[in-house]
């Protein structure tokens, strides 16, 4: 099992990033989230989780933060979530807006993300309850370093085609960004995946196109 991995970044796409490590170039999806702190030509260490499948090449998935994997992991062990539902779910809410979902037993925040329906969100509920437990210290400390000032050069196009890849249509991406820009002028200085975040609640309402597991 590979727990870790550290090397230098070698590109960053739209849901992975490629890192050297020894001289190979792994093949890493990730949050929106993760993907935000990668930066060409800097080494990283990424916790990771590696998810074999039958007849398929295997995937590997890597998290700048702990809870972001703890999350996904515990994502997988519920039957009817692949490894792209469970990390569509870290595209659209924080480690901790997860935890507080499942403590306040609150389905509403599941069916946001792009491919859950109400019986899913349910049976989400009902397996992690107890298991992922809100931790309040946390909840209140500041959040993983982002950058200040103005949003990554092109940050609604990454946005717009992010939405894309989780099945939405370019025009309905574009509509939903500017819809989340007009009503938080703010966000216009956000990185990307704090656009992506609101731009996905803007559309929570429209009936999203399954996400591919």
Do not use: C, N
């Not at 992975?16 to 890493?28: C, E, K, Q, R, T």
């Not at 994997?69 to 792209?84: D, K, Y």
């Not at 403590?103 to 349910?122: E, L, W």
Request: overall charge negative.
């Amino acid at each position: 099992m590979i727990s870790s991995i550290r090397g230098e970044v070698l590109h960053t796409g739209l849901d992975h990033a490629v890192i050297d490590v020894s001289g190979f170039g792994l093949h890493v999806s990730a949050t929106a989230q993760t993907l935000s702190q990668l930066r060409v030509g800097e080494q990283v260490m990424l916790r990771t989780s590696y998810v074999p499948r039958q007849d398929e090449a295997p995937l590997l998935f890597g998290f700048a933060e702990t809870g972001e994997r703890e999350i996904f992991t515990s994502m997988l062990s519920i039957s009817g979530v692949g490894p792209r539902l469970a990390l569509a779910v870290l595209s659209v809410h924080s480690p901790q807006d997860v935890r507080r979902a499942i403590r306040d037993s609150d389905t509403a925040a599941f069916t946001r993300v792009p491919g859950i329906g109400k019986k899913t969100a349910q049976r989400i509920l009902l397996e992690l309850a107890g298991k992922l437990v809100l931790d309040e210290v946390e909840s209140a400390a500041p959040g993983a370093p982002q950058s200040e000032g103005s949003a990554p050069s092109g940050a609604s196009a990454e946005v717009t085609a992010a939405l894309v890849s989780l099945g939405w249509s370019e025009k309905d991406a574009e509509k939903a960004l500017g819809a989340a820009l007009h009503a938080e002028p703010t966000l216009s200085e956000a990185d990307t995946s704090t656009l992506l975040r609101a731009a996905l609640r803007g559309l929570s309402g429209a009936g999203a196109s399954d996400v591919r597991r």
